[in-house]
């Protein structure tokens, strides 16, 4: 009777110990030294701590030695907007934009400064381009939103210096005023984009 219930303790064990090796992780090594950051990972720290200027530095000399990095392209022209460096700032997201035209980031960005300077309907058309590249970015889709408010309180405004005394007009652009009024600042999207996937190995001709 106790070696059958030896026997049973010893299937036991063997049994827990296959469920555990089944379903714990991989052990990681004893000891993992600590990594460097990235160049990028060195940016977003310095604009984290308000120092914009020094994060722009850095960011221009990571991409001296690799000037094709759109993350890092698109984190130097955030950095550009936010310095109030706006023409700088342009020419980067739409240089973006011809490069990597898949990427939604910059055309949000592009629709804010846009928006800014008053350009609403060129706003509509990147945000448009936005949600093309990327049909599931909610960044663009609530900026369009209060691009629309902010188009229909103008077009309200107009239409009640054609027709002051329309009660019902003067009720709808009192309406849209308030809602505008608590409206933020569009957003600009600070979230690094993907890296975009890097072109196919070109084929050996035959």
Same mark, same amino acid.
């Given at each position: 009777m106790r070696q059958l219930l030896h026997a049973?303790? +010893?299937?036991? +064990?063997? +049994? @827990?110990?296959a469920l555990h090796a089944q379903t714990s992780p991989t052990p990681l090594?004893?000891?993992?030294?600590?990594k460097d950051p990235t160049p990028l990972q060195q940016v977003q720290a310095l604009a984290r701590s308000g120092q914009n200027v020094a994060a722009l530095a850095k960011a221009d000399e990571a991409l001296r030695a690799n000037p094709k990095d759109a993350q890092m392209r698109f984190v130097r022209a @955030?950095?550009?907007a936010d310095l109030g460096r706006t023409a700088e700032a342009r020419a980067a997201f739409e240089q973006l934009t011809e490069d990597f035209?898949?990427?939604a980031e910059p055309y949000n960005n592009l629709a804010v400064l846009a928006a800014a300077e008053g350009r609403l309907a060129r706003a509509q058309e990147l945000l448009r381009a936005a949600l093309e590249a990327n049909p599931k970015f909610a960044t663009a889709y609530e900026n369009l939103g209060d691009l629309?408010?902010?188009m229909a309180t103008e077009a309200y405004e107009q239409a009640s210096k054609l027709a002051p005394g329309n009660r019902q007009l003067a009720g709808k652009l009192t309406m849209v005023r308030e809602l505008a009024g608590k409206l933020p600042r569009p957003r600009e999207e600070v979230q690094v984009p993907a890296a975009p996937p890097s072109p196919p190995a070109p084929k050996p001709s035959r």
């Open positions: 049973l303790l +010893a299937c036991l +064990a063997l +049994a @827990t110990s090594p004893l000891f993992d030294g600590p @955030t950095l550009l035209p898949e990427l629309y408010l902010r």
